[in-house]
């Protein structure tokens, strides 16, 4: 797998060495490499556009979320296909988004409470 000199950083290996496919899918996250791995081959069985979104797992244990996007063509010289695409960090946006997402849930939840004391109430007023 060609990566650019600085790619090593996102898959964990020493800046000049290259990347094969065994590293890429060793430092795919557990719950993510079936799914990953499935568009990759459906993208090297048809050319088209590609993208998917996934964690990867470092040797320290952290986890970075990342998005790929590229294009699947063949080689006209060879017939083979070719994947080329970007790999991107997003780990802070998906990190935004749970954050809106927790809040979003206690903010239903708050006012599930509010309406509930609401009825409370005007049940209580209505019974005395």
Known sequence: IW????????????PGQPLNYEQFTRSLH?????????KLQAATTQPG??????????????????ADSGTAER???????????????VTEAQET??????????LSHTL??????????SLAHELN
């Open 3 to 14: 990566t650019s000199a600085g790619a090593g950083v996102f898959f964990d290996i020493p």
């Open 49 to 66: 556009a590609f993208s998917t979104d996934y964690r990867r797992v470092y040797a320290d244990g952290s986890v970075r979320w990342f």
């Open 75 to 89: 080689d006209p010289a060879t017939g083979a296909m070719l994947l080329r695409g970007v790999s991107m960090d």
């Open 30 to 38: 557990p719950d993510d490499r079936d799914a990953v791995l499935a």
């Open 112 to 121: 599930r409470l509010a309406t509930m004391s609401q009825m409370a109430s």
């Open 97 to 106: 988004k749970e954050a809106l997402r927790v809040q979003r849930d206690q």
